[in-house]
């Protein structure tokens, strides 16, 4: 936080921030604190210069010699004891005597805190399609909700993000967990593991761990899955193609936890009644709204919505998504399926242009009546960016949408700026993603979609496909 203007220091402003008027935005505190400690001991050192030069009377002038100034400021520090202040930031503070205060580290970093004064000119983090050349700030938010056996899986794919990581702070937003879910828990420690450099040896080792215990059985569903995609998802988490930043720690992560009462299951067939749609998103736009209004710092220019439940997805996505320099944009999002039920599906629904036929039906509900795509309920003949899908076509083709879905969103910091959210409420008959589409379009931002330019959900069996799983296995036994 303390170094919120170092990378765009370089950037261009409007005001006139020069060094001839003194005007300048401030660096980092410890860093100043470093440099005043520096001042004073080149001050003293030529003061007492200057009174020997004067007095030429060394006797009756306490001076220090070279060596003893080099020295002894650092004699007494306790490394090992000062480590534990060491969690992501230097927290050495030295007085002029040399002495280190440790146990007014906490109330000190506050004051120097509340002691500078920081200046963006918000004209600079507007975003731009070239973003990783002008090192553009990128916020990714990611809600979790008993993600825990998902965690390593999404870490992943943070860690094969090829948008520079010193240029990416992550925020992550943990709600309403069961009581035997350790998302919190296991988030945070994999989060050290990240900034420490090392999760992806943490998560080898769980692996092998995990292989040993249950030594090598695996999920009976993927026997029934296509062989070509069950090999390209494990070339794809092949260590050997790891890109050479992968384990490079982010700029930063935090965490935030906080419960809004969801009440309906984080199953599979909860999650999917068409009656607890609207009160589900509602809560899901709550939550996403808490995560931006506590992350966005002025000087992100985009921001970068991820859901957990990716199984594959380009490493240069964000490099790709910029690149249209569209306000709001997203990727096509489809599923694997098992073979029996055709192999693939067009999973996100909530991407789509608007119709004739749905603005008529809104007309004839209620006010306050949430629209869900996917159910016969309401049938609204829009145009799906699923199923616009040529899986040959063009990855660089781009639509205009109405509806988004959240799946991977990449939006410009500014659309939240302006006031654009997730509406935790009904508006124009949505709510959440599909409502913030509508919302963006009707402030007068782009919107788009890419057809052809497809990242994959992973596929949870529901309970009927698990029953025929279960009976092509039996069949099977009988026929052996
Ligand atoms: N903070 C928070 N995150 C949630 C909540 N419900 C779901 N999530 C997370 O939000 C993302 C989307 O949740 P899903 O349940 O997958 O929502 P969805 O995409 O509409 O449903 P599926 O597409 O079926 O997965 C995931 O990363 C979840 O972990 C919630 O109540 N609070
Ligand atoms: C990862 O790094 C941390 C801090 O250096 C260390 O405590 C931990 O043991 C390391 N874990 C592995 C598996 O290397
Ligand atoms: C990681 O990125 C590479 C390069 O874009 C991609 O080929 C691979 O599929 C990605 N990994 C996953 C697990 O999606």
């Known amino acids: 936080m303390f170094r919120s203007l170092q990378d765009t220091n370089n950037k261009k402003s409007d005001l006139p921030i020069s060094k001839r008027n003194g ?6 505190s410890q860093e100043k604190l470093l440099k005043y400690i520096g001042i004073i001991f080149s001050s003293i050192f030529i003061i007492v210069i200057l009174i020997r030069w004067v007095f030429n009377d060394t006797a009756s002038v306490e001076y220090y010699t070279e060596e003893e100034l080099t020295n002894f400021d650092f004699k007494e520090i306790n490394h090992e004891e000062l480590k534990k202040y060491d969690e992501g930031v230097e927290a050495y503070l030295i007085d002029n005597e040399g002495k280190v205060t440790i146990k007014d580290i906490k109330s000190e970093i506050d004051q120097l805190y509340h002691s500078t004064v920081d200046y963006y000119d918000l004209n600079d983090y507007e975003g731009a399609p070239n973003g990783q050349e002008s090192a553009d700030h990128i916020l990714l938010l990611i809600p979790l909700r008993n993600a825990e056996p998902v965690l390593p899986l999404m870490l992943k794919h943070t860690m094969n993000l090829t948008y520079p990581h010193s240029l990416i702070d992550i925020a992550f937003l943990v709600s309403d967990c069961s009581k035997d879910d350790h998302t919190l828990e296991a988030l945070f420690d994999y989060s050290i593991a990240l900034q420490h450099g090392n999760l992806s040896k943490v998560l080898q080792l769980e692996e092998e761990e995990r292989n040993r215990k249950l030594k090598g059985t695996k999920d009976l569903h993927l026997k029934y899955m296509n062989p070509d995609y069950i090999e390209t998802v494990e070339k794809s988490f092949d260590p050997k193609s790891h890109h050479k930043e992968y384990d490079t720690p982010f700029r930063s992560i935090q965490i935030f936890k906080k419960d809004f009462g969801q009440v309906i299951g984080q199953g599979f067939s909860d999650r999917h009644d068409v009656k607890v749609q609207g009160i589900r998103r509602k809560l899901m736009g709550r939550a996403r709204n808490w995560l931006t209004a506590n992350s966005l710092k002025p000087y992100h220019s ?11 997805m380009p490493g240069d996505i ?69 199923y616009v899908r040529d899986p040959n076509g063009n990855p660089d083709e781009i639509v205009g949408l109405d509806g988004i879905g959240g799946v991977s969103i990449l939006a410009k910091a500014k659309v939240f700026r302006r006031g654009a959210h997730f509406p935790a409420f009904t508006f124009l008959n949505h709510a959440e993603t599909e ?6 379009k009707k402030m007068g931002f782009s919107v788009g979609g890419l057809p ?28 052996q």
């Open 435 to 440: 409502a913030f589409g509508k919302m963006c």
């Open 318 to 386: 964000i490099q790709h998504l910029m690149k249209f320099n569209f306000d709001v944009v997203v990727p096509n999002v489809w599923r694997p399926l098992p073979e029996f039920l055709g192999n693939e599906q067009a999973y996100d629904l909530n991407s789509w242009i608007e119709s004739d036929q749905a603005l008529e039906l809104a007309k004839t509900l209620d006010e306050d009546d949430v629209i869900v795509e996917g159910y016969a309920e309401y049938p609204t003949w829009r145009a799906h960016l699923g």
């Open 23 to 28: 005007f300048k935005p401030s660096k980092q």
């Open 302 to 312: 985009w921001v970068y919505w991820r859901d957990v439940d990716i199984e594959l």
């Open 452 to 479: 052809h330019y497809t990242i994959w959900h992973i596929y949870e069996p529901s309970e009927d496909d698990l029953q025929e799983i279960a009976r092509k296995e039996r069949k099977k036994r009988r026929q």
